[in-house]
Nanobody, 125 residues
Framework: QVQLVESGGGLVQTGGSLRLSCAAS????????MGWFRQAPGKERELVAA????????FYADSVKGRFTCSRDNAKNTVYLQMNSLNTEDTAVYYC??????????????????WGQGTQVTVSS
């Protein structure tokens, strides 16, 4: 089992920034590719960013490319999502997820093995 706990969500004005963190425990963190998803009310869950186990391969959804940066620190068992230039369309519950995946690229699908409880991000206009 892998336990994931997100933090860093909150209320921010348009144009502002937030940094989400996801702390993992329970298994060898470096065996897992990580992903950040979000779900807004009435919308489907969306993969926002993904990162390989070593951090060298990353994916970003077109909607966040150039504004969000995903990184990880395997020594701290933590993955981050730096979110800049936020707008109201970014309002959602953000979830981190882990997939046992030791290939060199990020995990390209959405069937991750473990999920955090989510953290709310609200961007006001």
């Amino acid at each position: 089992q892998v336990q994931l706990v997100e933090s860093g969500g909150g209320l921010v004005q348009t144009g502002g920034s937030l940094r989400l963190s996801c702390a993992a425990s329970g298994r060898t963190f470096s065996n897992y590719a990580m992903g950040w998803f979000r779900q807004a009310p009435g919308k489907e869950r969306e993969l926002v960013a993904a990162i390989s186990w070593h951090g060298g391969s990353r994916f970003y959804a077109d909607s966040v490319k150039g504004r969000f940066t995903c990184s990880r620190d395997n020594a701290k068992n933590t993955v981050y999502l730096q979110m800049n230039s936020l707008n109201t369309e970014d309002t959602a519950v953000y979830y981190c997820a882990a997939k046992y995946y030791i290939l060199t690229r990020y995990y390209p699908a959405d069937d991750y093995d473990y999920w955090g409880q989510g953290t709310q991000v609200t961007v006001s206009s």
